[in-house]
């Protein structure tokens, strides 16, 4: 119950600014990290109730749709507010209902409610991808660039790609040479890996995080019998901030995938 309770808590200090610095957003954080300190300080000993566990998960849930039905969906929609986007809302209402169906029903748990709350997710991943297509981040064009690299059978991590920000103060001194950033791909290169897929068929490579979101949590679902693992999967997907994670084409869904599975 108490790392459930971090974990909602961190959802929302992630939520105060987008993971961007700020006193409030430290402070949950550093509540977040004493709940998930004192709970898995605990593993060894008396555990909370099933019941208890599955209702803090529930009322995570609860408030996620509340936060994501009142906050910006993402960065670079035409339209950020929620208002706006009816589907959207209704979506986020359907996994809110079927969260709740997976602790009040779970002899169908596994079967029918989980199930429609990962399509669900899927079908609003989806939306999200197609309503913002351009967002301007540097980590889909150094992952366009490292592809095609990869396409040629050149190494990704030596390639440069454009800087397409207004200036060069978000790299470090020397870093922009003649409008071009001077380092390759970033990131480890199981990353690109996984996107490859997305790439060859011609899709934006956030699908392929889309997929990785939605494997950890099929993966998190699986790990044990009974309703906690679907309902923090549930949590974890409709943590405010995923939607906006998901539209920057941020490589965390990838990590998540394989520690989900380990």
Known sequence: ALVGFGAVILGYALQVRNGVYDPVARAGALLAAICVGAGAARLRGPRGSE???????????????LALASAPIAMYLAEPDPASHPAFLAGVGAAVAFGVLIAADPRRARRFWFPALLAVYALLGIWLIEMSPRPRIDVLT???HALAALARLDSPYSITFPN???DESLYGAGLVVDGQVQFGFPYPPLS????LPADI???????????????????M?????????LLAAAALLFTPRTFFVLEQGWTESMVLCWAALT
């Open 201 to 219: 068929l011609r899709l934006d490579v956030r699908y392929a995080q889309l997929g990785s979101l939605l494997a950890a949590a099929a993966w």
């Open 51 to 65: 019941p208890m566990v599955a209702g803090v998960l529930v009322a995570g849930l609860l408030a996620n749709g």
């Open 221 to 229: 679902g699986a790990c044990a019998p009974g309703r906690v693992p």
């Open 142 to 144: 150094v992952f366009r």
């Open 164 to 166: 397409i920000y207004p």
């Open 192 to 195: 690109l890996l996984m996107a």
